[in-house]
């Protein structure tokens, strides 16, 4: 079992095509700025026409469609079905929400990761280290990801005292997502020209291998989002949740190891003037 499905070569939709997708239950039209496909599922950098900046967003392809007459009809009938949807849930004070298209949405099974409770209250100290504080992670981390997935998959074989083949492969796509979505999606803005120095610093380097406890954190906030749109049957789902569930239980038993405040240093003045501060 992996967490990605393989993709063709070519990217389906090209920077500035101007295209539909689905955010909520309806389609808008929409620009594609960039395409990122270096990795095993391409995303795309959309701009919603008349929207602000604010709302531009990485997705992967199964939100987007074509902009063509078939589209533009299938548009206008998922707004019309939508007001119908919105008539029922008055009457039953139920909201439905979805990204994805219908076929999809009743066809799509739900990741569910549970994070917890201490590691929530970490997410939320990094964000205000970072922030707020004006706080960088120490990189390279003491501990990168990848030694602490390392750690995770002894430790997991000596109590099950036995190899785990899908354990191993999600590990590997962890690695995998986490060289994806870094840059694009678990960066705060303040940690952007750092980001920048430690790649430049670092060619032919992975970034599991310089980055550690605080962003892999930051993945799991994510990951679900993105698995939900991969071809996972039950079963695999199940197994996956397994394993990512596992890991973060390994990770909350051990957090005084991982987790830090002298894992972070205070910005430099020059730094600050960087990030526009």
Not at 86 to 102: A, F, L, Y
Not at 104 to 123: D, G, N, T, W
Not at 199 to 214: A, M
């Amino acid at each position: 079992m992996t967490l990605v499905h393989n993709h063709s070569m070519a990217s389906k939709f090209a920077e500035g095509e101007k295209v539909l997708c689905f955010h909520g239950p309806l389609l808008y039209e929409a620009r594609c700025h960039k395409v990122n496909s270096e990795g095993e599922v391409d995303l795309y950098l959309i701009h919603y026409n008349g929207w602000s900046q604010k709302w531009d967003e990485w997705i992967p392809e199964t939100r987007i469609l074509k902009y063509n007459e078939a589209n533009v009809k299938k548009q206008s009938e998922l707004i019309k079905h939508h007001k119908k949807q919105q008539n029922r849930s008055k009457k039953k004070s139920k909201t439905v929400e979805s990204h994805e298209t219908e076929d999809v949405y009743h066809s799509k099974v739900s990741i569910r990761i549970e994070i917890p409770e201490q590691l929530k209250h970490a997410l939320l100290d990094d964000w205000d280290l970072i922030t707020q504080q004006k706080h960088l992670v120490i990189l390279p981390s003491k501990l990168t990801i990848t030694q602490i997935l390392e750690e995770y998959r002894k430790y997991n074989t000596t109590v099950e005292k036995r190899s785990d083949d899908s354990r191993d492969h999600v590990l590997e796509g962890i690695l995998g997502y986490f060289s994806r979505l870094l840059g694009m999606q678990l960066l705060y803005k303040f940690e952007r020209p750092q980001y920048a120095d430690i790649v430049e610093e670092n060619k032919g380097k992975s970034v599991c291998d310089l980055y550690g406890i605080e962003h892999l954190l930051r993945l799991f906030t994510r990951i679900g989002e993105f698995l939900a749109f991969t071809e996972l049957d039950i079963n695999a789902v199940n197994v996956l949740q397994s394993h990512l569930n596992s890991l973060l239980h390994f990770i909350d038993k051990h957090r005084e190891r991982y987790i830090s405040t002298s894992n972070y240093v205070i910005a430099t003045p020059d730094y600050l003037r960087r990030a526009g501060v």
